[in-house]
């Protein structure tokens, strides 16, 4: 029996068990409470929820005497029952467990409640009573027992489908209303279909609509398109029906009710917004709720805007009047009114519309009209004089205009300008700059009033500051901007804090994520850590695994570690395997709590030492941890606690092995009998509904369930081919051709829209290209399909206005260039621009979006050459460009040459760190940009300083083994995590590698948080080295060190590391012969080696934010759509193009794109040939589970488990 169901029904078994050495007592039935002797006949019906529900009940009214167990018992006994207490507590736990795990059951068995059964119910879900029960030796915890039920996935749902079809008949409705609530805000918005609104009483009172009114706004961004119109009509009803307006010339729409439809007013039609009456909408907008309710309509369209405008213009309030713009909340976004508007009010306007950021679209529009608010706005006057006031519109500003501003009109306005969120990078430097330029040195004081500007200091100005005041910015509330900063300047100030001879008084002060960049080597220096100083810090894995190790020697308390934030990453098996079983037991909620943080290679020790110690206990989503004859072994009836455990967790993340995810697959449509009955199975199987296969999706899904369904798999983000054309065909099926959608359908299918063809889209682009192209701004996680792009770019280019460039170019004479506008609302889409269009650009056009056009994935060789001229006719020539130029290329700067690279200014640490983020550099352009920063600075590799080191990034993989040799080792040493991130050549890592045995050693001596720290340098090891390791740390080599090593060095480790094929238990020995023919298997076959690689995955994985943004693999991008873009970089890269760089991750915690399985390897993928356009190296390979904690709402005090 689970331990959900023992908590369930011990407090039975309990107190019967209080009174099980009494013998039956003839006249029981006669001093026995009526509602104790219906428990008792309920009991021996099998009617356990009621007799719980009696015994609740019962008790709110009376105090529980010690004797009332033995008179139970003594009923039971005189009605003859054949119950022993071991067959009561057998049968009661089955029945519990069905209304646990079947929650349709659970639906049925409240069904058949009596009225007063069911009003306690219900008072248990509604009150908040902390307090338990206590019935002598029985604790019956109700609110965890309630919170548990709540969080149950199934049962949420049969609590909110009986509330709605008997609480208004037996609780007065302001009670429903709060337990209505309760349970929909649990239900992310999944429960309201469209057809709940049918089982919504239409006679509420009034105070209980407005509250269940307040609901429904609570979770309208979580409510479907279609739940939300549904919803709107049937709250219009009730509002219609009490306004008595049988007149249909008279609105029901009075202030009133504008008020309780809150952000549902958007669904207004616009014939009825006109017809509100100018009384009514002129007293709304004098509420003082008014602009909060008018600043959350984020999905409002122009045209009812516009609308709500004129109805409020013709009100008693004055449009130009500065209070009434205060009132129009997110209406002001589309007050396009401009005549006769003076400086002061355009400035008021301005200051306003900063929320227009929150709109869902037209964001296109409102940019424009911040642009020409903001001529108004300085007209007359200098921008230095009006700088202050212009709020967050000063983003429109050009580099020129910033230029033009003077240092004193920047620091008078910097109290505007630190807030302003939406900063391009190049402005941010020219500002920080300017702002220098009054403060003459930055101190403390000045540094704290730069704000989000403070990522325009410069690295070396960083390094400049007296230390005192940097410890005072670590401390103070501007150290959250540090996040913002570059890894150059990042290292730039922890240079600073932590110099030779004082490391110790600097980095305990570090806080938060900034403390991720800490080296391994400055940690060892310091010696006066504790757990509680690390509670509020971000870790690496390595350093987590010194630290770790480090106070486990000196804290005798695990539970102190454990809980001490992320150092809980550091765990090591062999602290997991010397835990003793009681300790083990008793801290494994540690783990349990902290299991996003953990590895799948902490998850599988924790999952044999739990087989160890108590396997029958043994929650049921670590047997997936273990190998797939455990798995095999979950009985039928273990199926549903099992797919809720896996559901909450996120499969991709969690198992790395392809072969051992399909097992777990198949358990799964095992455990579902390949079928997906109903809502309630689409609740438990939670996230493995995005790993069903794509013949359940297309047939296996019943109707009754696929609403459900598809609001899961909307968040699903790796769908396969076959998966999304199952989902496809469904679509089709229910909804019928795109052509035929409404407006509603396509903004709930939004993230589905990529499914579908062109032909198919069009249809959609021209009948909603708003709603499709916010559906297209959504899609930043990968870059959409072409025809998706296409649609999009199609619907952009049909409905802007289309104007001659004014280009003198050549060729340009007639062509439609783009425009701001539409590079805007395009995004990725921008890459179906022909190279001729983007050429035509008019220069302003060109300015004020080449951050915009340099940050776009999916351009293509042409595409980038092209831009690169415009930047020539623009700025012209590269000796030219200053540093907020090169840095506002972005992409565009890869398609300088040699010869243009060498003619950049590149003095600056900070110029070269914003190019060596590109990751496709060739390695003679690498090498012109570590050449051009060397001359142009004046610096030797001998003078380069950590923080120089870390802005070279990829260029240091151009260096040859006589210049990295020069780098001095003190540098060197408190940047290795960063250089480890690098997929240099074997040679410039083999010189890496001796850099670091002058830090750390000879391997031999090095341990897993320096084979975690070293990262792809630990691939510089001889076979020698390789064999000298301790074995137990070959799965700390990270994914990227595997990648890189030669093939016979490769082969070693995959023999040494072939012992991982074993869990942990039989590692330790117990079965001497499997781990010799494991040995074995491995040296003679690849699946060896490429388990010592998932091993190595299996350490360093979890999900975590790593510091170290690493190369990605330049898959010779094209142009995403349109015929005829030419591919990157050809098929057959000559060693000239050869990229320095390829496919890596985020550090140790992120090697899905390096677990790529090398059977006939051929060259190491570090400084090997490029992949075949198209291909890929990532990998299907992850690990990562997490577990359900049981619920725990009973608590006994003396043991009677064994009575």
């Not at 019962?58 to 003594?74: E, I, K, P, Y």
């Not at 009710?257 to 004098?286: A, D, Q, T």
């Not at 103070?476 to 804090?497: E, F, R, Y």
């Not at 000559?1134 to 090697?1151: F, I, K, L, N």
């Amino acid at each position: 029996m689970s331990q959900e169901t023992r908590t369930y029904s011990l407090f039975l078994f309990l107190f019967l068990s209080h009174g099980v050495a009494s013998h039956a007592v003839p006249d029981s039935r006669q001093d026995l409470h009526p509602l104790l002797q219906k428990m008792a006949e309920e009991i021996i019906d099998g009617s356990y929820l009621n007799a719980l529900l009696d015994l609740i009940q019962f008790q709110s009214s009376h105090v529980w005497t010690a004797d009332l167990s033995r008179r139970v018992l003594a009923y039971l006994n005189s009605r003859n029952v054949a119950f022993t207490i071991r067959s009561l507590q057998a049968v009661m736990g089955n029945h519990l467990e069905q209304c646990l795990y079947r929650p349709q059951k659970l639906l049925e068995d409240l069904r058949e409640t009596d009225a007063q059964q069911f009003r306690t119910a219900m008072k248990c879900l509604l009150e908040d009573k902390k307090d338990p029960l206590e019935l002598e030796d029985i604790i019956i915890d109700l609110g965890e027992i309630r919170e548990q039920a709540l969080q149950s996935p199934g049962v949420n749902r049969s609590l909110f489908l009986i509330t709605l079809e008997r609480c208004f008949q037996v609780l007065n409705s302001l009670e429903c209303v709060e337990i209505l609530g309760r349970l929909l805000r649990g239900s992310s918005g999944s429960f309201l279909q469209p057809d709940v609104t049918g089982r919504l009483p239409q006679d509420l009172r009034e105070d209980a609509f407005k509250n269940l009114s307040a609901v429904f706004k609570e979770l309208y961004d979580q409510t479907s398109a279609h739940s939300q119109r549904a919803l709107y009509s049937w709250m219009a009803g009730i509002l219609q029906t009490s306004s008595n307006a049988t007149d249909n010339s008279v609105s029901w729409v009075s202030a009133e009710n504008l008020w309780i439809l809150g952000r549902y007013m958007v669904h207004l039609s616009f014939e009825e917004i006109m017809k509100i009456s100018p009384i009514e909408i002129g007293l709304f907008i004098s509420y003082d709720n008014a602009t909060k309710q008018l600043d959350t309509i984020y999905d409002i369209t122009p045209e009812l805007a516009q609308a709500f405008l004129e109805r409020i213009s013709s009100s008693s309030f004055d449009m130009r009047n500065t209070s009434t713009i205060h009132r129009l909340g997110l209406l002001v976004c589309f007050y396009k009114d401009l005549e006769l508007l003076d400086a002061a009010v355009a400035q008021v306007r301005l200051h306003q519309m900063i929320k227009c950021s929150r709109l869902r679209g037209f964001q296109a529009g409102v940019q424009k009209l911040k642009a020409d608010l903001l001529d108004i706005a300085t007209e007359n006057q200098t921008l230095s004089e009006t700088l202050g006031s212009l709020s967050d519109a000063v983003v429109g500003l050009t580099h020129d205009q910033l230029e033009s501003l003077s240092p004193e009109a920047v620091h008078g306005a910097i109290s505007t300008l630190n807030q302003v969120s939406s900063w391009a990078k190049s402005q941010v430097i020219i500002l920080s700059a300017k702002y220098l330029a009054h403060e003459k040195v930055l101190s403390f004081y000045g540094v704290s009033q730069m704000g989000v500007l403070l990522a325009g200091v410069g690295t070396q100005a960083f390094y400049g500051m007296d230390r005192r005041d940097l410890l005072q910015v670590l401390r103070s509330s501007i150290s959250l901007h540090l996040s913002d900063l570059s890894p150059a300047q990042q290292q730039g100030v922890l240079s600073k804090m932590i110099e030779a001879g004082d490391a110790t008084s600097g980095v305990v002060e570090i806080q938060g994520a900034f403390f991720k960049e800490v080296s391994l080597f400055d940690l060892r220096r310091e010696p006066r850590f504790n757990a509680t100083d690390l509670k509020e810090k971000e870790l690496r894995r390595s350093q987590a695994l010194f630290l770790y190790e480090l106070l486990s020697q000196t804290t005798r308390r695990p539970a102190e570690l454990l809980s001490a934030g992320q150092l809980v990453k550091g765990v090591m098996c062999s602290h997991i395997d010397a835990m003793s079983a009681d300790s083990f037991l008793a801290h494994f909620q540690y783990f349990e709590n902290s299991l996003s943080l953990l590895s799948p290679y902490q998850v599988n020790c924790l999952a044999w030492k739990y087989w160890d110690v108590a396997r029958s206990t043994m929650p049921p989503f670590l047997l997936a941890a273990l190998p797939a004859r455990y798995l095999a072994a979950v009985p039928a009836s273990r199926c549903v606690p099992f797919l809720i455990s896996l559901g909450k967790s996120q499969l991709d993340s969690l198992v790395l092995d392809s072969h051992k995810k399909n097992s777990i697959l198949r358990k799964v449509q095992q455990c579902l009998n390949n079928s997906i009955a109903d809502e309630y199975a689409v609740d438990i199987v939670g996230n493995l509904l995005c790993h069903l296969p794509a013949a359940i999706l297309h047939r296996g899904v019943s109707p009754r369930a696929w609403a459900t369904a598809l609001h899961g798999l909307r968040d699903c983000p790796d769908l396969s081919p076959e998966q999304k054309a199952a989902v496809r065909l469904r679509l089709l099926e229910q909804h019928g051709l795109p052509q035929n959608w409404t407006a509603e359908t396509t903004k709930d299918l939004g993230p589905f829209l990529v499914l579908f063809s062109g032909e198919e889209l069009s249809s959609i682009a021209t009948k909603f290209p708003d709603i499709l192209q916010q559906a297209a701004s959504k899609m930043a996680r990968t870059p959409p399909p072409k025809e998706f792009l296409w649609a999009v770019f199609e619907s952009v280019r049909n409905s802007s206005e289309r104007r001659p460039s004014s280009d003198p170019s050549p060729g340009c004479h007639g062509v439609a260039a783009p425009s701001s506008e539409d590079i805007f609302k395009l995004a990725e889409a921008n890459a179906c621009w022909a190279p001729e269009d983007l050429l035509c650009m008019e220069e302003d056009t060109f300015i004020r979006n080449v951050e915009l056009l340099g940050a776009l994935r999916g351009l293509s060789r042409p595409q980038l050459m092209t831009l690169k001229e415009k930047a020539v006719q623009v700025w012209d020539t590269p000796s030219y460009w200053r540093e907020h130029h090169i840095v506002s290329l972005g992409r565009i700067a890869l398609a300088l040459n040699e010869s243009e690279l060498e003619q950049l200014d590149l003095s600056s640490i900070d110029t070269v760190a914003s190019l060596s983020q590109q990751t496709e550099w060739t390695p003679g352009q690498a090498k012109a940009i570590l050449q051009g920063f060397l001359e142009d600075s004046g610096y030797s590799i001998q003078d380069l300083k950590s923080f120089h080191l870390v802005g070279l990034g990829a260029t240091l993989c151009a260096m040859n083994v006589t210049e990295i040799s020069l780098i001095r080792i003190s540098e060197f040493r408190v940047v290795a995590a960063r250089i480890g991130t690098l997929l240099c050549s074997i040679h410039v890592l083999a010189e890496f590698k001796r850099k670091a045995e002058a830090v750390f050693g000879n391997p031999a001596e090095w341990s897993s948080s320096v084979l975690q720290e070293l990262g792809t340098i630990a691939a510089g090891v001889t076979k020698e080295e390789l064999r000298m390791l301790d074995e137990d740390l070959m799965p700390y080599f990270q994914p990227s060190a595997i990648q890189c090593l030669p093939d016979e060095i490769f082969r070693v480790g995959a023999v040494r590391g072939a012992d991982r094929l074993l869990g942990p238990r039989e590692r330790r020995g117990r079965d001497p012969g499997s781990a010799r023919a494991a040995q074995r298997a491995a040296a003679a076959e690849p699946p060896a080696g490429a388990r010592w690689r998932q091993d190595s995955l299996l350490a360093g994985r979890a999900p975590e934010r790593q510091p170290h943004p690493h190369p990605r693999l330049p898959f010779s991008p094209r142009s995403s759509c349109g015929p005829g873009a030419l591919a990157w970089l050809p098929p057959a890269a000559s060693d000239a193009q050869r990229p320095v760089v390829s496919t890596g991750t985020h550090g140790p915690s992120a090697p899905k794109q390096l677990a790529k399985v090398r059977g006939d390897r051929g060259a190491s993928v570090c400084g090997g040939p490029l992949p075949r356009p198209g291909t890929s190296t990532r990998t299907e390979r992850s690990w990562d589970l997490e577990i359900e904690k049981a619920p725990k709402g009973i608590i006994i005090k003396n043991d009677l488990a064994n009575s």
